[in-house]
């Protein structure tokens, strides 16, 4: 038996039923004590210009719980330790369908919010090879920085980020709103 294709993206993209790549994934926003937002800013690697601000998360293995994941995910792209349950949601979901390494992918995500202290250093120790090739930062962001450099042309993922942000700093609502949001 032959192995599924993975498109050279890693083992949890498998073709979906239109044959488009496709993961679930879970994606965390980090907001400190100054309520800044940790994005990391990641290129494509077929496009090497094309570059974007994100939150922090990833694939979710298939018999892995969504928020074990979320957490590994935090800890394997920033060294911090956030358990499941300090992970407050879902705040959202996504079903993004984009460009990457020259092949239209679809990912369904949910994001969680975590307060972490920005003492703590972020570490990129745990980057896989592909994301050393593709990941160039991690960075602290106020949102009205944040808002200033979108509104400058900065691509942030998902779009309406920091205003999504900017609610939840209020204290979540208890909703989950979905987003359907493609880049292609």
Known sequence: MS??????????WTPGPDGVPFRRAARVILVDEHDRLLLVRGHDAGEVTRSWWFTVGGGVDASEDVRDGAAREVFEETGLVVGPADLVGPVLTRSAVFDFARVTCRQDEQFFLARVSSADAVSDDGWTELERDVLDEMRWWHLDELAAA???????YPAPLPALVRGLLCGWDGSTPHLDESSV
């Open 3 to 12: 192995e599924p294709l993975t498109y050279g993206l890693g083992p949890e």
């Open 150 to 156: 979108v509104a400058a042309g900065a691509v942030v």
